[in-house]
């Protein structure tokens, strides 16, 4: 199984996505992840990247489009991959396409900008595992520490009210391109064509996760 989330910051990627690489055994790729881990590690990835992200930018389609290119390349993604956060542009999504890479299901999770400043104001991750939660809607059991490791949770730099702002404005202004894209590509009857399915992302987590399975047959 080849699936691709889509969605505003915020919307959900990262949290249905828990469930769906548990489902399927399919490694999650968050490009989100792959570039904190680097910033974390301070490579030359990591360096390059780290400004861009902390002002709520795009990382160069140069630079992401090695990155996946290689990491799909692994052998754990022989029986299919979860993208979370990939493509966000154009050129990144016809470079996946030209790459022959064929995908079963795009997901979009549609959740208007007021819910987003909410939800990432009480997000906490648990950086190694990319792991999510809410102080609200999905708290860790012990406050601030993950769940699975007992480690800390932190913030991410990018969840400041100013900086979802910007990447809000970056989702509107590039990213939700895709959804036509792909709407496109969905119904233009190739046989290649993946399956697109638009889910209502304001619902709980649960309910969001239910509906999903039906769609996905899961
Ligand atoms: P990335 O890490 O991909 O961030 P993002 O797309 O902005 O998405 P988020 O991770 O913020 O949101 P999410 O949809 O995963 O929401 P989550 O499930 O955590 O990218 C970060 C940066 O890296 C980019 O800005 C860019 O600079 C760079 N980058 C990454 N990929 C790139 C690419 N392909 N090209 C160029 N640059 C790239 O949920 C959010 C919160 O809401 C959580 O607290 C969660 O518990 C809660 N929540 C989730 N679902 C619900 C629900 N149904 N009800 C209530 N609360 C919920
Ligand atoms: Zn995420």
């Not at 590509?185 to 239910?210: M, Y």
Request: hydrophobic share 40%; with cysteine.
């Amino acid at each position: 199984m080849r699936l691709i989330l889509l969605g505003a910051p915020g919307a959900g990627k990262g949290t249905q996505a828990q469930f769906i690489r548990e489902y399927y055994g399919i490694p999650q790729i968050s490009t989100g992840d792959m570039l904190r881990t680097a910033v974390q590690a301070g490579t030359p990835l990591g360096l390059a990247a780290k400004q861009v992200m902390e002002s709520g930018g795009l990382v160069s389609d140069e630079i992401i489009i090695g990155l996946v290119r290689d990491r799909i390349q692994a052998a754990d993604c022989a029986k299919g991959f979860l993208f979370d956060g990939f493509p966000r542009t154009l050129p990144q999504a016809e470079a996946l396409k030209k790459a022959g890479v064929a995908l079963d299901v795009v997901v979009e999770f549609q959740v208007p900008d007021e819910d987003i400043i909410e939800r990432l104001s009480g997000r906490r991750i648990h950086l190694n595992s990319g792991r999510v939660y809410h102080v609200r809607h999905s708290p860790p059991r012990t406050p601030d520490r993950d769940d699975v490791t007992g480690e800390p949770l932190i913030q991410r730099e990018d969840d400041r009210t100013d900086i979802i702002r910007k990447r809000l404005a970056v989702y509107h202004a590039q990213t939700s391109l895709l959804v036509a894209y792909y709407s496109d590509w969905a119904t233009s009857g190739e046989t290649q064509a993946p399956r697109l399915i638009q889910v209502d992302g304001t619902r709980p987590v649960e309910e969001v996760r239910q509906v999903l399975r039906a769609q996905l047959g899961a």
